[in-house]
């Protein structure tokens, strides 16, 4: 309407639109049910001229202090409504069913409401006129201009738009008028038609219409571009579709069966749910396309492309087991399947919680190495980090692998030929993020073949195996996901580059105690459940379990006491049946032979008979520690210096240097200066058949040297470590947890260790703390001052003891008083 023939009352009802906005000079259609709405309609067909406000109102998440209207005390609903409104004229009621109306009204002007004067029977408030600011300047003109332009794309590009809105916006010079025109069609919200409403300025009022404009034809070119990409997918399909039942058709005329087809229509689907990335899609599709074109025949070639392609499909492109990172069932789970290892297990919680907060599943940290003897559960380890965080458990035993090939896979030139081991334990598991333990990593070898441990780096390097490559699949792989753990027995044969990639956790031997622990808790109970004997029916001794243990056994871990008592148990079970016995069976220290038979372990080394020249040292092998006896003789003649025992480079440098230090604390020590020149030394290091090489020998070969020369013995229960320099320092050596545990296990009373290594007692069992005693060096005089007293006393003493004061005197000398 362009008169302002109806005036603005004082007061009018008010009907509240929650899903549109009515703009003056528009003609609306509006449907009401509710019973205000009603209310407030019948009293506008009441009135002269037929008038109301339509206000719209604020979604429930939206509302904001200030914004409504100051009816604190009222309804959710009043605080909501905008301020301002459109009062409208009603032109024509028509009554639908359900009770509802639908009324047919124009926009006449812009309200401001005031105050809401009652909410019963209906919204009723005071209001007053707000019309819009007359503008006239060159920017409105350029932006009107702007907006017809717009206005003519837009009607050639959206459907939904009546075929008269181009025309009807051309015949429009009014800014406001036209931007309520044009915002009616609009796809806009209810936020941004209120926007527009409440400007008063023709300018802004514009700008906003031209930015909604612009934003409405961007989407439907966007719209667009996708339709089009759409339908020629649709079209590609269908032809396609129809060229396959062509070669259908023609391999039916031809009698090739219908085996083929249907198993490249069965690869297609494969394909389709594989969830392959782009570039790995395209090249399966090439090697599809190949087969297709080989036909259904028996060709080895499409043999060779079916391998593949079987390989392919059943790869965990983009399966994923679901992750658990409860931190309190992971403990639980570490402590239900290994005793102690307490530090151990705190480490392994530390990765999972770690894990927990990397949100895409991709972890760059160190890739754990579990170290230690054979038997102390370092696969079950494995198993139970998978357990905890649910995922599959795949292991890939690397012991004698040389051939880079098992790694990395044959390339498909080479007849059968197939992918590597890290592929195949993908395929197995079926998931991208397994737990995949690579067991026994120290014992890859090299040779003409190539190097798997060279192989191994891009494998275990996080920053690299993303897109990993077997040399069969020729296609890029994605092992960010999977948690990587290693074992080896040693990390000296581990070359440097892999180890650099890897956080070393060493396991230690068990004590006799902690086995037997052990084997209470789990190896009897899990052999016992399999062999399905119950508790009442077998019963074995405390003395029996330790004679099991320290006579029928002799390791590190506890591998062999796992076979020996399942075969103690299968025994049990033939005897009830053969026996028919229904009472318990229970086994005693003395029934062990009866069961096992005389297989048990004599000890290897005594400690009897203490000789000059002879000295218990400390060793770590892979097996755990153990002691070895250094014997030194000296020979009338002036032949040198002999050394037997199959002794490796190393441990033949620390002889040579005991000599020499030997010989430089001749006046000290109290030897003839005439001893060395007229005799002869021979070192013998008993096991000849074992290789031996190391520096820790060093002060025990020092010892021995100095007894054979001095005439004096040192006790046998005294056992030593350490490596010595030219000038007497005793320097660090490792191995100390499982030297001090072979120690006890042999019967030694007393330990000498260097002073550095003093560090690493905090990791030795209380058990074996209690039954040894400790002294820490750090010179070889003072040791030697302690076994050897000087003529005259050495000026400094240099060692102490871990466990009291020790006696000053630990040898006896063998000559007559």
Not at 24 to 33: C, D, G, Q, V, Y
Not at 119 to 132: C, G, K, N, S
Not at 171 to 181: E, G, M, R, S
Not at 287 to 302: F, Y
Request: aromatic residues 6%; neutral net charge; glycine residues 8%.
């Amino acid at each position: 309407m362009a008169d302002n023939s109806i005036p603005t009352p004082e007061e009018a009802p008010i009907v509240i639109l929650p899903e549109a906005v009515v703009f003056p000079h528009i003609l609306t259609s509006l449907a009401f049910h509710d019973a205000k709405a009603l209310a407030a309609i019948d009293e506008a067909m009441n009135r002269d001229p037929k008038t109301l406000v339509c206000v719209a109102v604020r979604p429930q998440e939206v509302s904001e202090n200030g914004e409504g209207l100051p009816v604190p005390e009222g309804p959710p609903m009043s605080g909501r409504i905008y301020r301002t409104g459109t009062m409208v004229v009603i032109h024509k009621l028509l009554r639908i069913p359900a009770g509802g109306v639908a009324i047919m009204v124009q926009g006449y002007r812009r309200v401001k409401i005031k105050d809401i004067l009652s909410e019963d029977p209906m919204f009723r408030a005071r209001i007053e006129a707000d019309p819009e600011k007359e503008e006239k300047s060159e920017t409105v003109e350029a932006l009107m201009r702007t907006i017809l332009g717009q206005v003519k794309k837009l009607s050639s590009m959206a459907p939904y738009l009546p075929d008269e809105f181009e025309t009807m916006a051309l015949n429009i010079d009014n800014p406001h008028h036209l931007t309520y025109l044009v915002v009616t069609f609009l796809k806009v919200s209810i936020q941004e038609r209120q926007k527009l409403l409440e400007t008063d300025s023709a300018e802004e009022k514009l700008m906003s219409l031209a930015s909604l404009l612009e934003r409405e034809i961007e989407l439907l070119e966007l719209g667009g571009k996708i339709k089009s990409k759409i339908q020629d997918e649709v079209q590609k399909s269908q032809r396609d579709f129809f060229l396959r039942e062509q070669v259908k058709a023609i391999q039916k005329e031809l009698g090739a069966g219908a085996e083929g087809e249907e198993d490249i229509v069965l690869y297609r689907e494969k394909i389709a749910e594989a969830g392959f990335p782009p570039d790995v899609l395209r090249d399966v599709n090439r090697e599809l396309d190949r087969l297709v074109r080989l036909g259904s025949g028996q060709s080895q070639e499409a043999g060779v492309i079916r391998s593949y392609l079987d390989v392919v499909l059943d790869l965990p492109w983009n399966k994923e087991s679901p992750d658990h990172f409860d931190l309190a069932r992971a403990k639980r789970i570490l402590d239900e399947d290994h005793y102690d290892l307490e530090k151990i297990k705190e480490r392994i919680l530390d990765e999972l919680a770690i894990h927990s907060r990397v949100k895409d599943g991709v972890y760059r940290g160190p890739v754990l190495c579990f170290i230690g003897p054979p038997g102390v559960g370092k696969t079950t380890l494995g198993q139970s980090i998978a357990r905890a965080m649910g995922r599959e458990f795949i292991r890939v035993s690397l012991g004698g692998v040389r051939d880079e090939a098992e790694i990395r896979g044959h390339r498909r030139t080479y007849v059968g030929a197939m992918p590597g081991r890290i592929i195949q334990g993908m395929r197995k598991a079926g998931t991208k993020n397994p737990v995949f333990m690579l067991d026994e990593i120290d014992k890859v070898g090299g040779d003409f073949r190539g190097d798997p441990a060279s192989a191994l780096l891009e494998v275990l390097d996080l920053a690299q195996n993303k897109d990993y490559r077997d040399h069969y699949l020729d296609l890029p792989f994605d092992l960010s996901k999977v948690l990587f753990i290693t074992t080896a027995n040693v990390f000296q044969t581990i070359p440097p580059p892999l180890l650099d990639r890897m956080e070393l956790i060493r396991l230690a031997g068990y004590t006799w105690e902690e086995k037997r622990h052990i084997a209470r808790q789990y190896l009897i109970p899990r052999v016992m459940k399999e062999l399905r004997l119950e508790p009442g029916e077998f019963e074995l001794t405390e003395g029996a379990l330790f004679r099991l243990i320290r006579e029928f056994t002799r390791e590190a871990g506890v591998r062999s006491l796992d076979r020996k008592i399942a075969t103690l148990l299968r025994k049990i079970v033939r005897a009830r049946i053969d026996q028919k016995r229904s009472r318990k069976i229970v086994v005693h220290d003395k029934d062990l032979e009866r069961y096992l038979g005389n297989e048990f372990m004599e000890p290897e080394k005594s400690l009897e008979g203490a000789a000059p020249g002879v000295v218990t040292g400390l060793a770590w092998t892979p097996n755990g520690g153990d002691v070895l006896f250094i014997e030194s003789v000296a020979i009338p003649g002036n032949k040198g210096f002999i050394l037997t025992g199959q002794l490796g480079d190393v441990m033949k440098e620390s002889a040579r240097t005991a000599l020499s230090f030997v010989q430089s604390r001749i006046d000290r020590l109290g030897i003839p200066k005439d001893f060395f020149a007229r005799n002869e030394l021979h070192i013998h290091v008993p096991g000849g058949a074992i290789p031996k090489d190391g520096p820790s020998a060093g002060i025990t070969m020092t010892t021995a040297i100095a007894s054979l020369a001095t005439a004096r013995t040192v006790l046998p229960s005294i056992a030593m470590t350490g490596e010595i320099a030219l000038s007497g320092r005793i320097l660090p050596v490792g191995g100390i947890k499982e030297k001090l545990i072979g120690a006890r296990e042999a019967g030694i009373r007393e330990v000498y260790i260097p002073t550095k290594n003093e560090k690493d007692l905090e990791e030795i069992p209380a058990e074996v703390r209690k039954d040894l005693k400790v002294h820490l060096v750090d010179h070889m005089d003072t040791l030697l001052e302690t076994f050897f007293p000087a003529v005259s006393p050495a000026p400094v003493s240099r060692g102490r003891s871990k466990a009291g004061k020790g006696s000053s005197r630990r040898g006896k000398s063998s000559r007559k008083p």
